[in-house]
């Protein structure tokens, strides 16, 4: 089975500041997907970025980005300029890129919440 | 076009009870997925739905079952209520098992 830590409960940057929000894995797998969600106070999961196993390059969406290393089964999300509205939890999540079950389910770490300072 | 929609926001149960709770899929989704996340924790898969048929399962008991309908709208069940089973409950769906999920807002459901 695989699992996803997320080793840091809380962090928090100024604004317009970066901060990197830490991922580790754990998966016998070679091909799979990994995802950062972001979760505010108004609940509902909101995909970040996305990043395939398969692709080298790591992945850019505005000003968030992530260093995916797959050897070292570690994958930080960054954001750079710091907004308040970035405020949030952030998921880390997992899913294989074949089902013999049938269903891709995500397999998410505990989370890291974030705090933006003004 | 209209997102992912669940009913209620939230609910309050007495321990023992039954409840369902009821997950609008956005236009043009035939699969919904099941997550459950507690208190300081991440989502727990309980189950996906593709296409009204049961199309996996994570560990969680029997006595937390499923359906989904024709326009792909899906409910879920719970029996027995325990006091763990206190949680936000969220709803996700896509337009096939391998795309892109979409998630709800919740129902925040209480166990007393």
């Known amino acids: 089975a695989q699992t996803v830590t997320q080793s840091q409960p809380e962090m928090s940057v100024q604004e317009a500041e970066t901060v990197t929000l830490s991922c580790t894995y754990d998966?016998?797998?070679?091909?799979?997907?990994l995802f950062w969600y972001k979760q505010p106070p108004s609940r509902q999961m909101i995909l970040v970025i996305r990043?395939?196993?398969?692709?080298?390059q790591n992945a850019t969406e505005n000003r968030f980005s992530v260093n995916f290393q797959k050897a070292a089964k570690s994958f930080s999300l960054k954001i750079s300029d710091s907004q308040l509205g970035d405020a949030a939890m952030y998921f880390c999540?997992?899913?294989?890129?074949?089902?013999?079950?049938?269903?891709?389910?995500?397999?998410f770490g505990k989370g890291t919440k974030l705090s933006v300072i003004p | 076009e209209t997102g992912v929609t669940q009913s209620p926001t939230h609910l309050i149960k007495t321990r023992g009870q039954q409840v369902t709770l009821r997950c609008s899929s956005q236009?043009?989704?035939?699969?919904v997925s099941w997550y459950q996340q507690a208190l300081g924790q991440g989502p727990q898969f309980i189950f996906q739905?593709?296409?009204?048929?049961?199309?996996g399962r994570g560990n969680f008991p029997p006595r937390f079952s499923g359906l989904q309908f024709p326009n792909y709208s899906s409910e879920l069940n719970v029996n027995a209520l325990e006091l763990d089973d206190s949680a936000l409950y969220l709803c996700?769906?896509?337009?096939?098992?391998?795309?892109?999920?979409?998630f709800g807002q919740g129902t925040r459901l209480t166990v007393v």
């Open positions: 996700a769906s896509s337009s096939r098992p391998a795309a892109e999920a979409f």
């Open positions: 998966t016998s797998e070679s091909d799979y997907y």
């Open positions: 990043q395939e196993a398969y692709k080298q």
């Open positions: 999540a997992y899913r294989s890129a074949y089902s013999g079950a049938g269903s891709y389910q995500l397999t």
């Open positions: 236009s043009g989704h035939n699969t």
């Open positions: 739905y593709y296409r009204e048929e049961e199309n």
